[in-house]
């Protein structure tokens, strides 16, 4: 087992002036499961493909372990990679595509084939080795690159989307498999995707790209309880997190008819800024809704006869999901319609056209700078 080092690796495609990775610091722990993630061409299948040697490094250095491995080539990295087109061979049986690159390693018939049936009882295989890739599910195409994957017994597994070539249901299965196998197996992974859903329940750490910069890297859950900046944020969780710019007023900010809290260092912050505005940020979730009325929907709370708290919402769509359901509704804030999503009750969801006042939860706020996208809260 081994360490992955990125000190200040850069890659600059031929013909472009602005790096495809920008000078990326990271460094995965020994047995880790590590996910790069963002949106596409973000950087993280290149930083992945460096890593592999399939790509130049134009400025800094890869490690794996204590070597440097910059310059080596891909066979000399002792790295084994699944892709998500499974590359398997069409004319050989499953047994001979796991058991290949340990054929092309000179090692004995029996060794390889011990090695193969250890991997296949690990990955539910043993009952398909003897079939052609074509008579198999994609999720058991996938098992079979796995396979041949463990077989090498790498430093290292990299694996570059192995998921997107599956039906939804069967990649939430076969990303629960892979996390297993891999706890099981205890070997550093480095994993790229750009399903966020995929990346909060698979890695032990995420590594959240943008346009080739590293933004975060933290465990999913101190991700999402504290992103670093606006587009951290915005892109971590599902559904995404409502970030709405509000005028910063005595002892908060104005939420619609509701003054919200916010510590003083992160009004100090967007002041020495010179910011008048600040982004708050808050998870469908962490709405409290202070009074429903309109489009036939009951009163939730007490009515007074001054304007209702907080921030009017319009529903527009509701999704039932059982036992919550998500309003998608619009608001008007500063003057301008903004698009906001609320976590309701699945047993009382309000109806199309209902408006909603909701305010945020005390102590569940994000506020980020308005001009720099910098996390101000603590």
């Known amino acids: 087992m081994a360490t992955v080092s990125f000190d200040k690796a850069t890659r600059v495609y031929p013909g472009s002036t602005k790096p495809a990775v920008d ?36 400025g800094g250095a890869i490690r794996i ?48 084939r011990k090695k193969v049936e250890e991997a296949a009882k690990i990955l539910d295989l043993s009952d398909y080795l003897d079939r052609k890739p074509k008579a198999l599910s994609g999720g058991q195409r996938q098992r079979v690159a796995m396979g041949r994957a463990i077989v090498r017994e790498p430093q290292v597994f990299l694996m570059d989307e192995p998921l997107s070539n599956l039906d939804a249901k069967l990649r939430v299965s076969t990303r629960t ?49 504290r992103p670093n900046n606006l587009f951290v944020a915005g892109f971590i969780g599902s559904p995404a ?61 007490k009515e007074t006869s001054d304007a209702p708290a907080g921030l009017a919402v319009t529903v527009n769509v509701v999704e039932e999901l059982g036992a919550d359901g998500y309003v998608y509704g619009s608001a008007e804030v500063n003057g301008e319609h903004k698009d906001l999503v609320v976590r309701v009750d699945g047993r009382a969801v309000p109806g199309k056209g209902a408006v909603l006042h909701v305010v945020p939860r005390p102590g569940e706020t994000h506020v980020f700078s308005t001009s720099t996208g910098e996390r101000l809260s603590d």
């Open 241 to 301: 997190m409502n970030l709405v710019e509000v005028p910063i007023t005595d002892g908060g900010v104005k939420f619609g008819n509701s003054v919200v809290p916010v510590s003083r260092d992160a009004l100090s912050a967007a002041a020495d800024k010179g910011d008048t505005t600040v982004t708050v940020g808050v998870r469908p979730e962490h709405f409290d809704i202070v009074e429903q009325g309109g489009g036939g929907a009951t009163t939730l709370s």
């Open 23 to 58: 000078a990326l610091e990271l460094h995965v722990e020994d047995g880790e499961f590590l996910v790069l993630v963002g949106p596409s061409g973000c950087g993280k299948s290149t930083s992945l493909r460096m890593l592999a040697g399939l790509e130049d490094v134009n």
């Open 177 to 225: 498999q892979i996390a297993s196998l891999q706890r099981r197996l205890g070997i550093t992974t480095v994993y790229v995707t750009h399903d966020q859903v995929e990346a909060m329940t698979m890695g032990d750490r995420v590594a959240v790209l943008k346009d080739g910069l590293l933004q975060q890297v933290d465990s999913p859950r101190n991700m999402y309880d």
């Open 65 to 112: 372990g204590e070597r440097d491995v910059t310059h080596l080539p891909p066979k000399d990295r002792d790295i084994a990679m699944v892709f998500q087109n499974y590359a398997l061979y069409p004319h050989m049986s499953v047994a001979d595509n796991m058991g290949f690159a340990l054929k092309i390693a000179g090692i004995n018939k029996a060794e390889i």
